[in-house]
Each structure stands twice: as C-alpha cells, then as structure tokens.
C-alpha cells in the first residue's frame, strides 16, 4: 500500500488523483490533503478519504471546515495558510506527494516535500520553469524521484525505460493544437473567454486550457522535458497531432522512434506516477487503434502562436528568464480572464514583459 499526500485536491488533477486511489482502496492510502480555497470539497474529501493532516489554504475557511467535518473520529490535523501547505507537504510517512497545486504556489510545498525525502509526482510545470535551478540540484541531495504526472512528459518517461544514458536524441512533444486549432488567424483576435476555454480533446483546469489555445502550455512543456530530460533546445521539437493519442516519441541515436499511446485521459499518466515501477491493471477503456482509423501530425504554426517561440527563447536565455515568462504568462491568462484583455493581448504582454527582463544568471544548473 503506497502512502500518498496531494497537494491540489479540489482541481483538476486532485479529483482525477482521489478518483484513482478510490478505485484502488488496496493500493493507495492518503496521509494528506491541501487546497487553495474549495473548502466545502475538501471537507467532502476529509470525510471520503481521512487523512491524517489538511490544509486550506485560504485561513477564512477553516472555520467551516471544522464545522462541517466535526463529527469524525479520529480528527485529521487541520491547518490552514500557506504554512499549513507546506506542513501537510512536508508531513508522515507520504511516499508520494502528488504537486496539482496550479502556478507559482505550489514551488514552496514541493520543495518541503523534497526536503523530507519524499518522491514528487510532478503535475505543477513552476516546479521546474520557475525553480528548476533549485529542485533539481535538491532533488539529487535528497536523493528522490521525480515522476511526471503530465501525459507528454510520462509518455516520455515511460518509453525512456531501459533507454541506456546516452541514447536519447531527441524529444518530439505532441500537442493537440488547442480551442483554435482549425481557426483562421485573423479570427482570433475576437475570440471568447468561453471559446478559449472548449478543450477539443482534455478536459483541465481554466488556466491550463487557455494556455493550451496558445499553445503557450506547450512552451511551458518544452522547457520542462529540457530540465526533466537533460536535452538542449534544438532537439526538442513539438508536432501537432489533434487525436491526442500519441502522448509523445522519443528518438533514439540509433533513429529508432519510441512513442506512448492510449486515450486522452489525465488518469493514465497519474497512476503511472502514483504506481512506478509498477503496473497496476485497470478495467479502463483500452485504446482501440482500429476504432481511431487515422493519426495525423503537423507542423505547428509559429505565427498563429507565438507563445512557442517565446517559451523557446526564455528557455534558451536561461537563468530566471523561464520564471519571467512563466509569471508574465499567468498574469496575462488571469488579465484574459477578467475580460481585460484580448487574445492575443497574451503573447504581445508575456513578449514585453521577457523584452524588458535581463535574465540573472546564476549557477545554471546542468540538466541530469
Ligand atoms: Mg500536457
């Protein structure tokens, strides 16, 4: 039984973590839960799964909390702030700690996590754009695994098993092109918060579904599979593939190209992360190829989104330019959401922003 803490509980990839560990009540056992701020979720959660420790992070809700889940016993420990994160991060005897806590606040918790030597199935991408320099060199003093929890990035993990080192080449990143895919550029300018966020293939949090329509999550991807991996810029491609099914390739130095396959389902890569080594059957829909008929790839189109090429840069200028980036592009979603800006106000602000900074280039950290 793998004891596991989830840090994001009420989002996207927190419901989708909990859905597997009560379909696998055998394997999994969880010793703690954080959220921001979906309180009434959490306390449901509390009462479905007991953990040992919880933390809202949003300190008004603690109140409620404690009201709604009064009644159990034992009582979990019950925490609330960014501290109360971090504790529950950092707490027991958690093997895994799932990271689906969205943007830069899930860098604190992860690197509590790490520090108690506890492996990491990484789903928050700020982990190793905005902290890379710093998680990665922890990492290997504490000595823990890093388990991406992405479909691109466990596709790649899993076909890298049994890779000798020295025999990855290159990494071709899939994308399913996003909201906008078969749009004509000149109709984004007026496109909809409502449009941007109809997901033609994955169901995900709102941030991540409009930085799918920019592509800018695939950016955000490219510069992970550079920290995850330890592969320059140049042999980290991206290819438009919109049935999602391959998850991603490898190429090896021999040419031999490796790919991962199955249905667009964010649980696949989870229990992946939460099993390793392991593989746990299922009873889920298999992959049926004949039913699929046809996989097609593109090139992506570097002038209908220009967030790749920003992403590629800022990975390129190194230092603290992939934080920039990274913040500049969370504001400029949150900006989108509140109906401040355009669409494609979103690369124009992330390209002033990056423009203006001079990337601090501290010890840059040499990828595994
Ligand atoms: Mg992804």
């Known amino acids: ?29 969880i010793v703690g839960l954080a959220t921001k701020r979906n309180g009434q979720l959490l306390a449901e959660q509390i009462r479905q799964f007991r953990p040992e420790i919880a933390a809202i992070c949003d300190v008004d809700q603690l109140p409620m909390i404690q009201t709604a889940i009064a009644d159990l016993d034992p009582q979990p420990m019950l925490l609330a702030g960014e501290e109360g994160v971090v504790e ?15 943007g830069c606040a899930g860098l604190l918790p992860t690197i509590a996590a790490i520090e108690a030597g506890k492996d990491i199935a990484l789903a928050n991408k700020e982990t190793l754009i905005a902290g890379g320099s710093i998680v ?46 078969d749009l004509p550029v000149e109709q984004l300018a007026s496109v909809t918060i409502a449009d941007a966020l109809k997901h033609p293939n994955w169901s995900m949090g709102k941030k991540i579904t409009i930085d799918s329509a920019t592509l800018m999550n695939k950016g955000l991807e490219v510069i992970e599979a550079h920290f995850l991996f330890g592969l320059d810029y140049d042999h980290i491609d991206i290819v438009i593939h919109p049935q999602s099914i391959i998850h991603s390739l490898i190429e090896l130095e021999d040419t ?42 593109r090139e ?38 509140e109906e401040k800006i355009q669409f494609l106000d979103i690369p124009r602000v992330i390209g002033k922003v990056c423009d203006r900074h001079h990337p601090h280039q501290p010890q840059h950290p040499h990828p595994r």
């Open 256 to 297: 031999s190209v490796l790919a991962q396959l199955g249905l667009p389902d964010m649980r696949l890569p989870l229990l992946y992360a939460l099993s390793y080594p392991d593989r746990i059957p299922t009873a889920w829909e298999p992959l049926d190829l004949v039913k699929i008929g046809t996989l097609t790839f």
């Open 1 to 29: 039984m793998k004891a596991i803490t989830l840090l994001g509980s009420t989002g996207s990839i927190g419901t989708q973590t909990l859905d597997i560990v009560s379909q696998y009540p055998d394997q999994f056992r």
């Open 88 to 102: 529950v991060a950092r707490y027991g005897d958690a093997e895994v700690v799932v990271t689906g806590i969205v």
């Open 300 to 337: 992506p189109d570097h002038d209908k989104y220009p967030c790749m090429g920003l992403a590629y840069a800022a990975g390129r200028a190194g230092g603290s330019m992939p934080a920039v980036l990274n913040a500049a592009n969370e504001q400029a979603v949150a900006l989108f959401l």
């Open 136 to 181: 990665l060199p922890l990492m290997q003093k504490h000595g823990i695994q890093l388990l991406p929890a992405d479909s691109e990035h466990s596709a790649i993990f899993q076909c890298l098993q049994g890779v000798p080192a020295g025999g990855l080449r290159r990494i071709l990143l899939t994308a399913s092109g996003g909201a906008f895919r």
